[in-house]
């Protein structure tokens, strides 16, 4: 049975128990879907990534991202923690810019004073839930209708949708309804205010339903549609900071910076496990 470098990652967190944990197996090339997609079920983690060479020859490496429950064309945490281990090994990026190559296409990722930064991809789609689709979401997040401000598509790779509540109070309140929300990746946030007590701008939830581990810690992809949304509206200053994994016990913190054309989600990766894996 082949062995295949192994990193455990945490992502998002300087304490490597406070974040958002990722897999990552490197020199993957021998390995095909259906055993990434065994193996990702089996560390049961949101996700893990399998890095081999890339086919684009402008990319430094390409990344496949596997959930419990299948393939992603693009996910936040799995980008960066990657990036942190294919460079902990030894990788050499080509330019200035590291250059991932994922079911997307390809992604930038630069180092910054939070650790490692991605620019983030476009919304695939964007705007307002149909209606009925807006009352399935509210009713299975068990929200009190005052609570919500807005609820839009924020699709970038990832099918995510988020909900803008009132209050940082109301975002660590809500108890979903995870049968009624089968199928759906949705996000809940929320403006932190003065007298919340936190090192943030923004608070979010991510709810992945189906999934072994229904609410993700912390949400590169998420963030960075929910950032395109507000930046769009001028609802957000062009660097602030995000707060995620609360009700978890976590403490992860997302770094948002508008740079001209480029919007940077950035964050803190630590190594946790470091080692081989047969599979």
């Not at 095909?32 to 086919?55: C, K, Q, V």
């Not at 099918?159 to 209050?167: E, G, H, N």
């Not at 923004?202 to 709810?207: G, H, I, V, W, Y």
């Not at 769009?232 to 062009?238: I, K, L, N, S, W």
Request: a negative charge.
């Amino acid at each position: 049975m082949p062995t295949h470098p192994f990193f455990q990652v945490n992502v998002f967190s300087t304490d490597p128990l406070l974040g958002n944990p990722l897999a990552v197996v490197l020199d993957a090339e021998d390995l095909d879907e259906a055993r990434m997609a065994a193996f990702a079920r089996w560390t049961n983690l949101s996700e893990t990534t399998f890095i081999s060479a890339p086919r684009d020859p402008r990319a430094d490496y390409r990344v496949r991202i596997f959930t419990t429950l299948g393939e992603l064309p693009f996910a936040g945490h799995p980008t960066l923690g990657s990036c942190h281990a294919w460079l902990a090994r030894g990788g050499v990026a080509k330019g200035a810019e590291i250059v991932q190559e994922c079911g997307i296409g390809l992604v930038r990722i630069r180092r910054s004073d939070t650790g490692l930064a991605f620019d983030a991809p476009p919304l695939r789609r964007d705007g307002a839930l149909a209606p009925d689709l807006r009352a399935r979401v509210l009713a299975g997040l068990g929200v009190a209708m005052d609570d919500v401000l807005d609820a839009q598509w924020v699709d970038n790779g990832p099918p995510w949708l988020a909900v803008r509540l009132r209050s940082r109070a109301a975002v660590l309140a809500v108890r979903p309804d995870y049968a009624a929300l089968e199928g759906l990746m949705l996000g809940v946030f929320a403006a932190c205010r003065e007298g919340d007590a936190v090192d943030a701008q923004f608070e979010t939830r991510a709810f992945i339903a189906g999934e072994a581990a229904p609410e993700d810690p912390v949400t590169g992809s998420l963030n960075a549609g929910i950032a395109r949304w507000l930046l769009r509206d001028g609802e957000a200053p062009a660097r602030y900071v995000i707060s995620q994994g609360t009700v978890l016990g976590r403490a992860g913190r997302v770094v948002v910076e508008r740079d001209g054309d480029a919007l940077w989600i950035g964050g803190t990766c630590v190594t946790c496990i470091e080692g081989s894996v047969r599979i």
